[in-house]
């Protein structure tokens, strides 16, 4: 079974729905496109910022990118703390570490702020590894089928499936995050967990 486990953040690890929807509310204000729902802008949570403005608002490149650094503004210092750990998933990460599972992150978050939330959550205490926008398997000396085959990335929208599909290694989707009902089974996922004591329970079967 898998001993080496990568934990995507947001929707994963915490709950970032506040801080996210909030800072891209923020940024379309500023762009002249006013949206009172934050539900709706759920679907920015987990796929990059740049592409979720093209489809969900019709933005060309250009307009994505002012999208991104009006988001930024206000995430830098604000929405990056509106933000919270799932409950249990700091026990859990106690109990696979305990374990000798060895523990990474990885989002499509710039590194800079995941370092940031790995540092003040104290996810570090668990964690070998943090990184944004990268599963080098190189890193961890991973790189053979054999070697990939210890290794599952949790995630919890399509693009982590896709993400772990790409670089060869197997997806455990989860249910508590932000994903369509179907999505992760549709993109393909290994395995399914729909809360966190799921996670623990598959995780951690003898």
């Known amino acids: 079974m898998y001993q080496n486990l990568l934990f995507d953040l947001d929707g994963t690890?915490?709950?970032?729905?506040?801080?996210?929807?909030?800072?891209?509310?923020?940024?379309?204000?500023?762009?002249?496109?006013?949206?009172?729902?934050?539900?709706?802008?759920?679907?920015f949570i987990g796929p990059p910022l740049r592409a979720s403005y093209m489809k969900y608002y019709g933005m060309t490149a250009e307009q994505a990118?002012?999208?991104?650094?009006?988001?930024?503004?206000?995430?830098?210092?604000i929405g990056i703390w509106e933000n919270k750990v799932y409950p249990g998933m700091m026990e859990l990460l106690g109990l696979l570490k305990q374990n000798g599972f060895r523990l990474g992150m990885c989002t499509a978050k710039p590194e800079v702020f995941a370092v940031r939330i790995a540092e003040h959550f104290g996810f570090n205490d668990f964690l070998?590894?943090?990184?944004?926008?990268?599963?080098?398997?190189h890193k961890w000396g991973l790189d053979t089928p054999e070697k990939k085959a210890t290794v599952a990335l949790v995630g919890d929208r399509r693009e982590d499936v896709m993400a772990a599909h790409?670089?060869?290694?197997?997806?455990?989707g989860v249910g508590f995050?932000?994903?369509a009902p179907g999505e992760l089974e549709?993109?393909?996922?290994?395995?399914?967990?729909?809360?966190?004591?799921?996670?623990?329970?598959?995780?951690?079967a003898k």
């Open 13 to 43: 690890l915490t709950n970032s729905a506040e801080g996210i929807t909030k800072c891209v509310q923020n940024a379309l204000h500023l762009m002249g496109i006013e949206e009172p729902d934050l539900k709706k802008l759920e679907v």
């Open 65 to 77: 990118e002012e999208g991104i650094e009006l988001y930024r503004q206000r995430y830098t210092d």
């Open 128 to 137: 070998v590894d943090v990184t944004g926008c990268s599963l080098d398997g």
């Open 166 to 172: 790409a670089n060869g290694i197997a997806c455990i």
């Open 177 to 179: 995050g932000f994903a």
């Open 186 to 204: 549709e993109a393909g996922c290994e395995h399914y967990a729909a809360t966190v004591a799921d996670l623990k329970a598959f995780l951690l």
